[in-house]
């Protein structure tokens, strides 16, 4: 049996975050793994392709250079993705590898229209928010932008963890 079809599997099966750290110790250890879990992404099955993203994240937090040639790609599926809980491990890839000059203006953009979307999830908004402070870090006019848009967003609407995520932002830019 090939390894994709041995990950496909498992990604199949009811998981747990134990199952999971397991599929990203067991790529970490075979770095060339990681191309067959990164094709499961565009599995048919959105419960395979979402878990397969999930364990992209967590490879992505121990190991983010290696999502450097695929940042393009993801910023593409980011682009076009419907599922809430992928939008949100996309952005979290994203998040863990570093920023490519020139910036994309296409994450940018993405960053800045969902980042105070009401129709998206707490993790959606506030991922956008800190994703759009370390692209607009690089572009000192475009930190101005954002923090007009953080200052004037009417945060009486927004729960908790996305006014926390505004705070905390706007403490980083006025520093």
Known sequence: MEKID???NTLAMPLSK???DK?????CLHPEYLKDMYQLISDDKIVVSWRAIWACEKVSEQHPGWFVPLQDDIIRRLLTCRHDGSKRL????LYNVPVSTPISIDLLNYCLDHML???ESI???????RMAYRLCKCEPELLKELQLILENA????????VKTTI???????NK
């Open 6 to 8: 041995e990950f496909r």
């Open 117 to 119: 979307a009401p129709q």
């Open 90 to 93: 996309f952005l979290s890839i």
């Open 23 to 27: 599929l990203v110790r067991e790529i």
């Open 18 to 20: 134990l199952s999971i």
């Open 123 to 129: 993790g959606v908004q506030a991922l956008a928010i």
């Open 167 to 173: 705070r905390n932002i706007l403490k980083k830019i």
């Open 154 to 161: 009417d945060t009486e609407y927004y729960s908790t963890g």
